[in-house]
Structure formats: structure tokens, C-alpha cells
């Protein structure tokens, strides 16, 4: 009799393990696209700050490398370097974002100047 007893109690102990199991796996499939979408934008954040890193970059690098060419082939030599830095960091990114991030490191650059320059002579702060 105890023999029975011991195999109702098994069985009974297997089925409420894979109901726990179950449980468990329809929660994970039904928290995944909060997961996901939290997921996605840690990524994009993470992903912009190292693009306006790479912009920075790649505008020191042709103001620097190429400082006597004009403006456009400067930008040129400077989204080449981009887009060679961030397919080597495998990140798929166009030529837009790219020159976005560059045009930003250019404007950043020039409000640098201005503040660390202030008021020429002969004008009010």
C-alpha cells in the first residue's frame, strides 16, 4: 500500500514541476517585447554615444590631417574615417547619421571657439 502511495506522490510531484516549468515559460514569452523594446533602446542610446564619439574623432582627424584642404574634401576624408571606425566596431550606420554626427562635432567645435575666444576688442559682452 505504501508503494502506491509513494508512486501517486511521484507523479504528483512531476506534474506540478512541469506546470511550474510551463508557468515559468509563458511568463518569459509574454515579458519578451518589454525585454525587447527595453533592449532596444539601451542599444540605441549606447549606439548614439559612441556614433557622436566617432564623429568627434573623425573631425579632429581630418582637421588635423588635412588642414589645408577645403571644407568639403575635409568632410570627405572625414566620413571615409567614420565609416571605416564603425563597420570595424560593427555598427551598420549610414552616411547621414555619419555626417550628422560629424556636422555636430563641427558645431561643437565652433561654439568652443567662440566661448574660449569671447568678445573681440571693441565689443560688449
Do not use: C
Not at 7 to 22: E, F, P, S
Amino acid at each position: 500500500m505504501q508503494q502506491i502511495w509513494m508512486n501517486v506522490l511521484d507523479r504528483a510531484v512531476l506534474v506540478l514541476l512541469q506546470l511550474v516549468i510551463i508557468s515559468l515559460l509563458v511568463l518569459l514569452h509574454r515579458s519578451m517585447p518589454m525585454l525587447k523594446r527595453w533592449l532596444d533602446s539601451h542599444t540605441t542610446l549606447k549606439e548614439r554615444q559612441v556614433l557622436g564619439q566617432i564623429g568627434r574623432e573623425a573631425f579632429r582627424y581630418a582637421e588635423a590631417a588635412f588642414s589645408t584642404s577645403s571644407g568639403q574634401e575635409r568632410l570627405s576624408h572625414a566620413l571615409s574615417y567614420a565609416s571605416t571606425v564603425a563597420s570595424r566596431q560593427g555598427l551598420h550606420l549610414s552616411e547621414s547619421e555619419l555626417r550628422a554626427a560629424i556636422e555636430q562635432a563641427v558645431s561643437e567645435a565652433k561654439q568652443l571657439n567662440t566661448k574660449s575666444s569671447g568678445p573681440s576688442p571693441g565689443q560688449s559682452a
